[in-house]
């Protein structure tokens, strides 16, 4: 628990704090004042600043009466803010405020946060490329590839299979059969479906166990075929040499960007056309269950989920939706067409009215999360009850 703990605040702390400083780097480059950059969220633990003449100055949580930058420290240990000025539509007429800039540069200061979640999951994907990163092994792989520790995982079971009969669970490793080494998926099928009605035995490491577990494979309905109900995948840690190995970064950060992008069409369109929703919502909770599982199998794994979450993070915050950034960016581009900015009062409103309800949706999603997992421990509680 603590080590999920820690590891969520540390993920979800570089990503926001990456990006406000998209956020705090463009605006300043553009000649627009920052009130305030803050490490955590607020209330205030303590502010500094530099005068006129150089000197170092503090600040309480009620002392924000300066015209210099303040750099604070804040209570809740979240991430991070920036404040802009004019960002709120005051101080219209001041050159260094936000609202007085041109509309092409509000549109960079707002994107720039994003962008950065993106460079960042680049940097992450290099770095996790250069030392070996746990992913699925292809075909058409670059020779230039190494891959090391392959195994063939399971990654999904039929319910009601052999293999589900005999404990086997997603994540499971498949490391011999029948005190045979395979190492092509190919080559398991054509000797489950030739051990139709026998029994085999499966060796099968379970995270840190490896145990023997005897079944006998059946036809599938879904193949036709022999086989025990199994979906299996080869991975293993692959790497490139330290001065290619940001090209494959780069392409793996836009490979996702397009998944993610995909994935949510397929969600949005399933939910439209067939009033269904595909796949699982995580909220706080859930993501941090998921953090904690990667840094429980190691740093490489905890860069490479850091990487996605980032990019994931930074393409809902472009979606065109009031309180989110694509959604300000959608005002301004209305303020582009119309050349006359957008009622102040009418876009504080939506904002208003959009960031209620991720809210709602937040609240609504934490339950389900506490819901899967308190079933859990209710379902661990009773197998452990069960033995007095």
Do not use: C
Request: proline letters at 4%; aromatic letters at 12%.
């Amino acid at each position: 628990m603590l080590l999920t703990l820690f590891a969520f605040f540390i993920v979800l702390s570089i990503l926001v704090i990456v990006h406000e400083v998209g956020h705090f780097w463009t605006a300043r480059r553009f000649g627009v004042k920052v009130d305030e950059f803050g490490l955590g969220l607020p209330p205030r633990a303590i502010g500094f600043y530099r005068d006129d003449s150089g000197k170092i100055k503090t600040v309480g949580i009620k002392h924000t009466e300066t015209k210099k930058m303040i750099w604070s420290l804040n209570w809740i240990p979240l991430g991070g803010f920036v404040k802009i000025k004019g960002e709120e539509g005051d101080g219209p007429k001041d050159p260094d405020s936000f609202v007085s800039q041109k509309v092409w540069k509000r549109i960079i200061i707002v994107s720039a946060g994003v962008f950065m979640n993106f460079i960042l999951a680049a940097f992450l994907l290099t770095v996790s490329l250069t030392f070996g990163s746990p992913q699925m092994i292809e075909n058409n792989l670059s020779k230039l590839a190494k891959v090391s520790d392959e195994k063939i995982r399971i990654v999904d079971v039929l319910p009601g299979s052999p293999a589900a009969k005999a404990g086997i669970v997603i994540g499971d490793n498949i490391i011999s059969i029948d005190n045979a080494d395979f190492s092509k998926i190919e080559n398991i099928q054509e000797y489950m479906n030739e051990k139709l009605g026998q029994t085999v035995v499966v060796k099968v490491e379970k995270q840190a166990e490896v145990i023997d577990l005897e079944i006998s494979p059946i036809v599938l309905g879904e193949t036709q075929k022999g086989g025990i109900g199994v979906a299996l995948v080869k991975i293993g840690f692959v790497s490139y040499p330290w001065y290619i190995s940001w090209w494959y970064g780069f392409g793996e950060t836009f490979k996702t960007i397009g998944d993610v992008l995909y994935g949510f069409y397929a969600m949005l369109k399933n939910l439209i056309v067939d009033r269904q929703m595909i796949g699982e919502v995580y909220g706080p909770v859930g993501i941090a269950g998921m953090v904690g599982d990667a840094a429980r199998m190691g740093f490489l794994y905890v860069l490479q989920f850091t990487a996605i979450l980032s990019i994931l993070i930074a393409v809902i915050n472009f979606l065109p939706f009031p309180a989110l950034d694509g959604g300000r960016v959608f005002f301004l581009i209305i303020e582009g067409i119309r050349r006359k900015p957008v009622n102040q009062r009418f876009e504080a409103a939506m904002h208003n009215i959009g960031f209620a309800l991720l809210m709602i949706m937040v609240v609504i999603v934490t339950f389900r999360d506490i819901a899967r997992v308190s079933s859990g421990f209710v379902n661990w509680w009773q197998k452990i009850s069960g033995l007095f």
